[in-house]
């Protein structure tokens, strides 16, 4: 008998008609009917964009969703997204940050999305410990940890390339993202996953499936074109088995994010998404 996964909806997967990089990346959806769809529909977790969480913080308050988060039995929250980090506070960075760092205490998340400019892959990762391991300094003084997602068309452009920069921060408040869009759009093979990642940097998973092909840019295919776990062709089984073999034992994000995905109701969306994970723990 499989014993069955905690699972988080991450934000784009109960974010309905919102994606990445437009004007405003707020979810039209009201936050209380998303904690407690994300709840009724057998979830554990969930995930909120800064967008949302300014929306949050100058409405209903912080306090209120965290209330409904604790109240429909939900255990792990995750906040995002901050870039620029490596730059002079000067160049806008810091406020959305200290933003993201308010929403982590307020609502008890474990860690702190960050990402990389979509630029070429960094030859040397140097230039980012200091900055990094002073942002996950100031993190955990905040009670939570930061947590770095390589992007293929990122500064940090794959996990080997994020796991040698974690490894030279040395802090334990900093870790990463292993999203396995990003894994196989890398060009990263399993062995080479394994190979790289050590359990104590892994702070966070994350679930899709998508074709062989990209359609469009990277971006626009990791946009707009990631498909529920098993209408795509990428080993999701063994991405997880893999995972386990390192010794994760933490939940598991499953980030559906996709044209026809936004166009589905949230009910919908939700039960889609997780049933269709549940079906590679199988």
Same mark, same amino acid.
């Given at each position: 008998m499989m014993i069955e996964p905690e699972l988080i909806a991450t934000c784009w997967t109960? #974010?309905? /008609? *919102? !994606?990445?990089?437009?004007?405003?990346?707020?979810s039209p959806l009201d936050p209380i009917e998303r904690v407690r769809q994300i709840a009724a529909t057998g979830w554990m977790g969930l995930g909120?964009?800064?967008?949302d969480l300014r929306a949050i913080r100058d409405t209903i308050g912080y306090d209120t969703l965290a209330d409904e988060i604790t109240g429909s039995g939900l255990q792990h929250v995750e906040v995002e997204l901050c870039s620029g980090w490596w730059k002079h506070p000067s160049e806008g960075w810091?406020?959305?940050?200290?933003?993201?760092?308010?929403?982590?205490? #307020?609502? /008890? *998340? !474990?860690?702190?999305?960050?990402?990389?400019?979509?630029?070429?892959?960094?030859?040397?990762?140097?230039?980012?410990?200091?900055?990094?391991?002073?942002l996950a300094e100031?993190?955990?003084?905040?009670?939570?940890?930061?947590?770095?997602?390589?992007?293929?068309?990122?500064?940090?452009a794959s996990m080997p390339q994020g796991a040698e920069l974690i490894s030279q921060v040395d802090h334990p408040a900093a870790g990463l993202i292993v999203d396995y869009?990003?894994?196989?759009?890398?060009?990263?093979s399993l062995d080479e996953l394994q190979a790289c990642l050590t359990t104590d940097m892994v702070f966070g998973v994350e679930l899709c499936d998508a074709q062989e092909d990209v359609v469009g840019s990277l971006f626009e295919d990791t946009r707009d074109n990631r498909e529920l776990i098993g209408d795509g062709v990428q080993d999701v089984a063994g991405f997880i088995q893999a995972l386990r073999s390192i010794g994760y034992e933490g939940p598991w994000g499953v980030e559906i994010?996709?044209?026809?995905?936004?166009?589905?109701?949230?009910s919908e969306a939700l039960d889609a998404a997780r049933l269709s994970a549940l079906s590679a723990f199988a």
């Open positions: 109960s #974010a309905g /008609d *919102a !994606a990445p990089m437009r004007s405003s990346e707020r909120f964009v800064l967008d810091r406020g959305h940050w200290e933003e993201l760092l308010e929403a982590a205490q #307020a609502l /008890d *998340a !474990a860690f702190i999305k960050i990402g990389t400019d979509s630029a070429p892959a960094l030859k040397d990762v140097r230039p980012l410990v200091a900055p990094l391991r002073d100031e993190a955990a003084s905040y009670g939570t940890k930061v947590a770095l997602e390589p992007l293929p068309f990122g500064m940090i869009w990003h894994v196989f759009r890398a060009g990263t994010l996709s044209a026809a995905h936004r166009r589905r109701s949230l």
